[in-house]
């Protein structure tokens, strides 16, 4: 992205199954409110367009976000396809998803992000994934809160 109003935020996720933090681009709004401007990859619980409020440790650190402040109405998905999907293939797929009202950001070649828009069907988006997934083509999480007042995933035992 190279929006120049925009700036990284990060949010700390030590209990993470992949990894141990997410930087995220956002808007500034002032008064320490930010409004995320992609569909997050890791983080429970946040979505695109919601708005968030950070604190910073000092300057030279990203904002961290600290607490949701008003959610956008969007949902996130996750997926992760099974080995031998050819990038074609997959946007195959993915494409299905754009006439339910959600897009979808790559992160690697088998890991995307999916976005459902505020007036999308989530429960036709979760039965065409929970469709692929059956027939072997993908994996798929929702991306709902874990943990009250968390982004992060449960802890482990």
Partial sequence: MSDERLTKIFIDLPNHWAIGGEALWAEPLGNDLYKIENIPFYAYGLNYHD??????????????????????????????????????????????????DASYERANDIYFSIDLKPNGDYQKVFDLLDEFERNNVLEFETCEAKIEGSFDDLPEK
Avoid at 53 to 60: I, V
């Fill in 51 to 100: 708005i968030v409020r950070t604190n910073s440790q000092s300057a030279e650190l990203k904002p961290e976000i600290k607490e949701l402040v008003k959610a956008s109405g969007h949902k996130t998905f996750r997926v992760f396809f099974k080995e031998g999907f050819s990038r074609d293939q997959q946007e195959k797929y993915l494409d299905q998803l754009n006439k339910l």
